[in-house]
């Protein structure tokens, strides 16, 4: 119903800045958080940062003042800007949309793009 497309990781160094995008496509929507999550093996999925429809935004403690969410509703796309990278950043980043079509709530995950920190 939801194609969600990622694109923007890629390998950086410490220190460093990535900019991740989620377009999304298919059924609209309205009422949504759209948010990233990041996954190392091993470890469970953890969410990195959240956005609503109102424009409210929530991030991991981890990431705090160094990632910003932000959002298009023209072009259906979250961006999650990631400046002074570290290597603990490193990750599978995958886009998610939870949405309510009528009084169903869905949910909707993009197919992850890796994020590398290294020197």
């Known amino acids: 119903q939801v194609q969600l497309v990622e694109s923007g990781g890629g390998l950086v160094q410490p220190g460093g800045s990535l900019r991740l995008s989620c377009a999304a496509s298919?059924?609209?929507?309205?009422?949504?958080?759209m948010g990233w999550y990041r996954q190392d093996p091993g470890k469970q999925r953890e969410l990195v940062a959240q956005i609503t429809n109102g424009g409210s935004t929530n991030y991991a403690d981890t990431v705090k003042g160094r990632f910003t969410i932000s959002r298009d509703n023209v072009k259906n796309t979250v961006y999650l800007q990631m400046n002074s990278l570290k290597p603990e950043d490193t990750a599978v980043y995958y886009c998610?949309?939870?949405?309510?079509?009528?009084?169903?709530?869905?949910?909707?995950w993009g197919q992850g793009t890796q994020v590398t920190v290294s020197s």
């Open positions: 998610n949309l939870n949405v309510l079509f009528g009084a169903s709530r869905n949910n909707f």
């Open positions: 298919g059924r609209p929507f309205s009422i949504y958080v």
